[in-house]
């Protein structure tokens, strides 16, 4: 038996080779490891804290008592090397590679367009791989399941369940049976081909079968060491950290006597967020996962014995097996079990959490506590003085993470009972997001009945999320008991509840109306389900109302389901050429395999340090000293940089606006970069950072909201107004006048790859090169070059890819790479930036929440004759681009309407808050959304469908005016309005959703269209052109370099189809690099959808010239091929190489005149969704999106209905899930995924349907395309919309008010507060005293 003192060695295998660790680290996670250990980058870092589901890998485990092999999907981030002793890892690596063979998840997730910047897509391939290994034919249930962990910020998930569902023997369908002339399947509806319409953007047959004898066998050296008995206790040891592992219970039960605090470390899942995220260390962790008692699961006559170390994985499979076989009598509680677990977490989490930490975790945000205790579990502990039997119940937890077992005490087993015959048991959970999140209030209940009758014999109603620890509603239910199950009790019980269970307005996790709401529906919800099971069973109680059905339903998560199609290029146009088919991302194989490499995949360079970030934790505050001593003594760590060490400038004006690169005598925000520690590695740089010590004293005023700052009158400049018409004689001329006004939060870009890059100082005359994931290169070689006082000529720029960046990584980045740079200045040595994931969120902000204010006249039909709009935008406490994204809302504040009378005002906020910057829409979305709204509220005014409303409003189809007096013809905006309606079968959606209101109380549904016009290109003019350098090479090859920089949107993709379509070379003898500032400079930034246009015409331009040459070589020598024709051309002194150049138009507008050119062309669409919402708790889903796009002639149908989906569910999760919360000191709560919900798979319509309009045509960009980055974002409001047309239709139902206020994002929160009922009523009915706010609305 190893000794405490000594390092065991730990043998594991990866990828098929074994690894010895002599010293293995405890507190070193499998992520790290791979990526930095064994040189693995292909399993990447998004969160730390297994909610984004980046890092996944497989790790198979061999049963000697079964004889099988377990394969699992796991986070990297979260599992500690020191518990994989025996285990083999499986990396992305490992299943398959451009070199040797792709394996067919990779080829088909790459094939079916499901990779666009590719961060997710390893992450994707494990969860599939995992699951093909444990099952090869699974079913659409399965892989909804496996892939419900995994996040992706750019596809939508549509491309990759099409790519993965090729792997289901279950038959595809279209699930449009809904339009009532039943589904494709039956009459070919879908795959009816219309005359050069295609919707086949992939060719399953072409997919290469699965073949599991391909796949890497179980090590069988770790088959012998599992079946070796007693492997013995394992020790590990670092300097902070003794781990021990032992393989017996009786060793385990003495190591928990020795050492009382430590933790016993199983799972990993609670533990290790702590660990990783806010720095935890625990001196001894005991691992208890070698303990096959604490694995074991046996069933009895009354119950199942689980062991506390069975994963929940594990207890889900048993139980939902259990379910099967036993009377469903005895197995209410396993079902309510079941259906909790399905919920919690992800597949990746569920597969090593375990049910002991769960319980032993005592966080009420966990979701098992309420049902196990509902159904009076007994806990088996055991410790040096023996084992003893313990009631779960709520005197178990006493506090916030502490339970009533001694220290010295380990879980042993949860004894789960049968229910029995005239006992009923539920478990409610209500979360920000379906799945994959943490509970906001979850419940379990039980109720005895008196056999045969409905009069209660026992009661227990208990609710997590109400409190720090599980709470009973013990009055509740000692007064409940004895009585009837009838109306009474449902009043009397709410009335009780109402009283005992009770949240200070300042209650941690803030919702605190919604939640004691929450818990009277939960009761609600309880009432009627055994209200009807007691009528089922024969009980003499009354019925439940058919309209009250519906609040038993329950959302069933599927796979969802979409149709796309699109115009295929004319017969005429040559097979080899490109341009016009949907062609895979050119970088799909190498992003699916692992191999893309990203800019945190570039090797450690000789040297490298690391930097890590030292800010603000006060919003406005002089900074009065700054102590960084106790971080510079710690060995390892080489210097602390601020303001005084740049070696330029520190301060740059920004339009007229000073921006500081480190704060240097006030800090302005929460957040603030201050100084920063370069240490020898990451984890020291982090560890170091938290140890320099800031002292303050604050300043007045401080304030962050955006209705302080019109208090205060705190603008940034300028100040614009757009006008049209005589808004006050349009008010004059108007039937009705209304007034109201909108807000609209703010949103975290949540690119997959957190912000960074690498600063590599040259040999010599103060060169630099950055390896930097950057949307706009120039600027950042600018912003360096300043910062070290260096000529822009001697940095350089390199951006192979980003993982993501959606307006993010324009701004930001440079001051990071300003910072890094200087660090790498002066340390002479490499150094490496790496945000983590909540730093980036504190850091680098986000979208700007608005606030829309306006006044409208309008007549009774609905006609708006004027309409006046200030908006506010929270600018945060620097200008940025602030002032440029409220000029693009408020042109496009007219959206597709004429509206003849308009006036719109935009202050920006300065406000102490991050800054606010650009995302993806750019103002857009806000500017559009406000006017929908007014749309909206005028329809309800008028009782009329809000469909007809904006068709009465709507731009007239021959050439018109925008307010800004730009000419534009509005013919393919309404082209698309129709083939939506069209498509999306509105008019009868429209009655048949009417039917099912009128017939369910408490489910409502709604629909919503919205017609969209977007400006694309830079309304600063000078923005906009574009630049390219086309090499060829004499081997015939060609090496394309432009401006732009790949972000997943294709644009690399793009340029080669062109290039290729000039040289008429095939895409495959084109090649693109990087962009480098060495290569093209001076170039603008990916962004306002104008990428491609800019850089598609910049690499035209520069191939044409190149064709241009060869020409009269071509002519002096036919029949050539294109390789004898380059040679030939270079013999003849030929230059090969050109640049290329782009000088797009000359946009502007005069703000003083309210007119100009503001845009190069706009983009037109339309969008229609339908939801259904859950009344009493809130929750939604979105049914069904159709959504028509004019992109022109599209130049990759593929990458454009990537686009058109992936924006549209980056708008979903804008105007539904996402939300962020800020303390009342202005510091931001909401720092990764466990806190702030971007969709997942579970969130994403049912059914989704993309049209690319079809003969349409733009004149104004290459081939007759569109820019389509940006616009589809704003389909998302469909959804608010249609949340916001059913809740009006609950209203409707009990007598309320149809007009009512309701902000984005509506959450399950804001949806079931505006569904008032006689729980709202409640709720609401105990006012608070006043006390400082959990949260605050910024
Ligand atoms: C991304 C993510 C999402 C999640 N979502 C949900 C969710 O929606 N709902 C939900 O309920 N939970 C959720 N969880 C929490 C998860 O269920 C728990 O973290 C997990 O069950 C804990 O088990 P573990 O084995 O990982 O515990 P560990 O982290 O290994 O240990 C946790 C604690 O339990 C103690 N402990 C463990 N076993 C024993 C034992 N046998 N005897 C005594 N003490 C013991 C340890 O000492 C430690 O203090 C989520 C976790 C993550 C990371
Ligand atoms: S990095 Fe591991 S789950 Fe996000
Ligand atoms: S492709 Fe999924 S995050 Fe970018």
């Known amino acids: 038996m190893a000794s405490p003192s000594q390092s065991s060695e730990l043998i594991f295998y990866v990828n098929g080779r074994k690894v010895v660790e002599k010293d293995a680290d405890p507190e070193e996670m499998l992520l790290g490891y791979l990526r930095r250990k064994v040189g693995l980058t292909g399993t990447k870092y998004g969160c730390g804290g297994g909610g984004c589901g980046a890092c996944t890998v497989m790790v198979s485990r061999y049963d000697p008592d079964q004889e099988s092999v377990h394969h699992c999907a796991v986070t990297a981030c979260l599992q500690p090397i020191c518990s994989l002793h025996g285990a083999a890892v499986i990396t992305v690596e490992g299943v398959g590679s451009t070199r040797t063979k792709l394996h067919p998840v990779q080829e088909r997730i790459a094939k079916a367009h499901g990779s666009q910047c590719g961060f997710c897509t390893p992450g994707m391939v494990m969860s599939m791989y995992t699951l093909l290994r444990n099952k090869p034919k699974p079913s659409m249930e399965d892989i909804r399941e496996a892939l419900g962990g995994n996040l992706c910020r750019c596809t939508g998930y549509r491309p990759i369940v099409d790519a993965f569902k090729t792997f289901c023997e279950e038959q595809r369908c279209c699930q449009t049976g809904e339009r009532g002339a039943g589904c494709c399947m039956e009459n070919g509806y879908v795959h009816h081909q219309e005359e050069n319409i295609s919707e086949e953007l992939f060719r399953a047959e072409d997919f290469r079968p699965l073949d599991p004898t391909q796949d890497l066998i179980f090590p069988p050296e770790l088959m012998l060491m599992a079946k070796r008995p007693g492997g013995g206790r394992l020790c590990f040891l670092s300097e902070r950290v003794k781990w021990i592992s032992p393989d017996l219970l009786e060793d385990l039960i003495r190591l928990k006597a020795q050492y009382p605090d430590a933790p016993l470390l199983v799972g990993n899942t609670t533990l290790g967020p702590k660990m990783n995220l806010d720095g935890a260390v625990y001196p001894v962790l005991l691992y208890a996962g070698r303990i096959p008692e604490l694995r074991s699961i046996t069933w009895s006559s009354n119950g199942v014995r689980v062991g506390a170390g069975c994963s929940l994985s594990a207890l889900k499979d048993a139980l939902r097996r259990g379910t099967e076989q036993l009377d469903p009598e005895k197995s209410r509680i396993y079902r309510a079990l079941v259906e909790t677990l399905q919920c919690l977490a992800a597949k990746q989490i569920r597969n090593v959490a375990t049910i002991g930490g769960n319980i032993m975790s005592a966080n009420p945000k966990y979701d098992l506590y309420g049902v196990l205790a509902a159904a009076e579990c007994t806990l088996h502990t055991i410790s040096t003085a023996g084992g003893r039997e313990v009631c779960l119940n709520e005197g178990f937890f006493t506090g916030f993470g502490e339970t009533a077992l001694r220290p010295d005490e380990i879980l042993l087993a949860i004894d789960i009972p049968h229910s029995k015959p005239w006992e009923f048991v539920s478990a409610f959970r209500q979360a920000q997001r379906r799945e994959f999140a943490f509970s906001i209030v979850n419940a379990g209940m039980r109720v005895l009945f008196r056999d045969g009758s409905a009069v209660v014999e026992s009661l227990d109603l208990y609710y997590g999320g109400v409190g720090p620890s599980l709470v009973k509603a013990r009055t509740t239910c000692k007064e409940l008991t004895g009585r009837l199950w009838d109306e009474k009790l449902l009043a009397e019980g709410t009335r009780l509840l109402k009283e005992e269970i009770s949240l200070s307005p300042a209650a941690p996790g803030g919702r605190v109306e919604y939640r004691k709401t929450l818990v009277l529906s939960f009761f609600f919800k309880f009432y009627m389900q055994v209200l009807l099971e007691l009528r089922q069973k024969g009980v003499a109680v009354s019925a439940v109302p058919p309209e009250n059905l519906s609040a038993l339903m329950q959302y069933r998560s599927e796979l969802p389901q979409a149709h796309h199609t699109f115009q295929m290029v004319s017969d005429d146009q040559s097979s080899t050429d490109p341009v016009g088919r949907p062609r895979m991302h050119q970088a799909a194989f190498q992003q699916a395999t692992g191999e893309a490499q990203y800019y945190d995949d570039i090797p450690a360079l000789k040297g490298e340090l690391f930097v890590s970030m030292v800010t603000s934790t006060r919003a406005h505050a002089k900074i009065t000293s700054i102590d960084a001593s106790a971080a510079l003594a710690m060995p390892g760590v080489v210097t602390f940089i601020t303001a005084e060490h740049v070696p330029g400038q520190n301060r740059r004006l920004w339009f007229g606006n000073v921006e500081e690169l480190f704060a240097e005598e006030e800090v302005i925000c929460v957040g603030q970069i201050i100084g920063a520690i370069v240490a020898e590695n990451r984890e020291l740089a982090k560890r170091a950072s938290r140890l320099v010590t800031i002292t303050y004293e604050d300043v007045l005023p401080v304030f962050f909201t955006i209705e302080e700052a019109i208090e205060h009158q705190s603008f940034f400049e300028p100040k614009r107004k757009l006008e049209r018409g005589n808004?006050?004689?349009?008010?004059?001329?108007?039937?009705?006048?209304?007034?109201?006004?909108?807000?609209?939060?703010?949103?975290?870009?949540?690119?997959?790859?957190?912000?960074?890059?690498?600063?590599?100082?040259?040999?010599?005359?103060?060169?630099?090169?950055?390896?930097?994931?950057?949307?706009?290169?120039?600027?950042?070689?600018?912003?360096?070059?300043?910062?070290?006082?260096?000529?822009?000529?001697?940095?350089?720029?390199?951006?192979?890819?980003?993982?993501?960046?959606?307006?993010?990584?324009?701004?930001?980045?440079?001051?990071?790479?300003?910072?890094?740079a200087t660090a790498a200045y002066r340390t002479g040595r490499a150094v490496r930036c790496v945000l983590d994931r909540g730093d980036d969120m504190l850091i680098t902000s986000g979208r700007h929440p608005f606030l829309g204010k306006y006044k409208v006249g309008y007549m009774e039909d609905g006609t708006i004759l004027a309409a006046d709009i200030t908006y506010y935008s929270n600018g945060g406490c620097t200008l940025d681009e602030s002032s440029f994204i409220m000029e693009k809302a408020l042109l496009h504040m007219d959206n597709g309407y004429k509206i003849p009378h308009l006036r719109g005002r935009?202050?920006?906020?300065?406000?102490?808050?991050?800054?606010?910057?650009?995302?993806?829409?750019?103002?857009?979305?806000?500017?559009?959304?406000?006017?929908?709204?007014?749309?909206?509220?005028?329809?309800?005014?008028?009782?009329?469908?809000?469909?007809?409303?904006?068709?009465?409003?709507?731009?007239?189809?021959?050439?018109?005016?925008?307010?800004?007096?730009?000419?534009?013809?509005?013919?393919?905006?309404?082209?698309?309005?129709?083939?939506?309606?069209?498509?999306?079968?509105?008019?009868?959606?429209?009655?048949?959703?009417?039917?099912?209101?009128?017939?369910?109380?408490?489910?409502?549904?709604?629909?919503?269209?919205?017609?969209?016009?977007?400006?694309?290109?830079?309304?600063?003019?000078?923005?906009?052109?574009?630049?390219?350098?086309?090499?060829?090479?004499?081997?015939?090859?060609?090496?394309?370099?432009?401006?732009?920089?790949?972000?997943?949107?294709?644009?690399?993709?793009?340029?080669?189809?062109?290039?290729?379509?000039?040289?008429?070379?095939?895409?495959?003898?084109?090649?693109?690099?990087?962009?480098?500032?060495?290569?093209?400079?001076?170039?603008?930034?990916?962004?306002?959808?104008?990428?491609?246009?800019?850089?598609?015409?910049?690499?035209?331009?520069?191939?044409?010239?190149?064709?241009?040459?060869?020409?009269?070589?071509?002519?002096?020598?036919?029949?050539?091929?294109?390789?004898?024709?380059?040679?030939?051309?270079?013999?003849?002194k030929v230059s090969l190489s050109a640049t290329g150049f782009f000088m797009g138009p000359h946009t502007g507008v005069d703000w003083e005149r309210s007119e100009g050119t503001a845009y190069y062309y706009f983009t037109f669409g339309a969008c229609c969704s339908e939801v259904e919402v859950d009344c009493l708790t809130g929750d939604h889903r979105t049914i069904r999106t159709d959504i028509v796009m004019d992109v022109g002639r599209s130049l990759n149908p593929a990458l454009d209905i990537g686009q058109v989906e992936g924006g549209f569910v980056q708008?979903?999760?804008?105007?539904?899930?996402?939300?962020?919360?800020?303390?009342?000191?202005?510091?931001?709560?909401?720092?990764?995924?466990?806190?702030?919900?971007?969709?997942?798979?579970?969130?994403?319509?049912?059914?989704?349907?993309?049209?690319?309009?079809?003969?349409?045509?733009?004149?104004?960009?290459?081939?007759s395309s569109k820019g389509i980055g940006e616009p589809p974002v704003f389909f998302g409001c469909t959804v608010f919309f249609a949340i916001k047309d059913a809740i009006a239709a609950a209203r409707r139902e009990r007598g309320l008010s149809e007009s009512f206020s309701l902000s984005s994002p509506a959450t399950a929160e804001k949806i079931r507060l505006a569904c008032e009922d006689a729980c709202t009523a409640a709720a609401s009915s105990l006012k608070p005293e006043p006390c400082r706010p959990w949260n605050i609305n910024v």
């Open 1211 to 1263: 708008g979903l999760g804008l105007y539904t899930i996402e939300e962020l919360h800020f303390a009342p000191d202005g510091a931001l709560r909401t720092r990764g995924p466990s806190d702030y919900k971007i969709p997942a798979l579970v969130d994403i319509p049912r059914s989704l349907n993309t049209h690319l309009l079809a003969n349409a045509h733009n004149p104004h960009a290459i081939y």
């Open 906 to 1132: 935009g202050f920006v906020c300065r406000t102490f808050l991050p800054s606010y910057t650009a995302f993806r829409g750019f103002g857009g979305p806000q500017g559009l959304t406000i006017i929908e709204s007014v749309l909206h509220e005028v329809a309800a005014k008028c009782g009329l469908p809000a469909h007809q409303v904006r068709e009465v409003n709507m731009y007239p189809s021959e050439d018109s005016y925008t307010h800004h007096q730009q000419l534009f013809s509005p013919r393919d905006m309404l082209r698309c309005w129709s083939e939506c309606l069209e498509k999306s079968d509105y008019e009868r959606r429209l009655l048949a959703v009417r039917q099912f209101n009128s017939s369910n109380r408490w489910r409502k549904r709604g629909t919503s269209i919205v017609p969209l016009k977007f400006g694309i290109g830079f309304s600063k003019g000078f923005y906009n052109q574009g630049a390219a350098l086309v090499n060829i090479y004499k081997d015939g090859s060609v090496l394309v370099s432009h401006g732009g920089t790949e972000m997943g949107q294709g644009i690399n993709t793009k340029a080669m189809q062109i290039a290729s379509r000039i040289l008429k070379v095939p895409m495959s003898s084109i090649h693109v690099k990087e962009t480098c500032t060495g290569n093209v400079p001076n170039a603008a930034p990916s962004a306002a959808s104008f990428g491609t246009d800019a850089v598609g015409m910049a690499v035209k331009n520069a191939c044409e010239k190149l064709m241009g040459r060869l020409e009269p070589v071509r002519k002096k020598n036919p029949g050539r091929t294109w390789q004898q024709l380059v040679v030939e051309a270079y013999c003849q």
């Open 727 to 820: 808004v006050e004689e349009g008010f004059g001329k108007s039937d009705h006048i209304l007034e109201g006004e909108l807000y609209m939060g703010g949103q975290e870009h949540f690119y997959m790859e957190t912000q960074g890059l690498i600063a590599v100082p040259g040999g010599e005359a103060e060169e630099m090169e950055l390896y930097v994931a950057t949307q706009h290169a120039a600027y950042t070689q600018e912003v360096v070059g300043l910062t070290l006082g260096v000529d822009a000529n001697k940095i350089t720029c390199h951006v192979k890819r980003l993982g993501g960046g959606f307006g993010g990584k324009v701004m930001k980045i440079a001051s990071l790479s300003a910072i890094t």
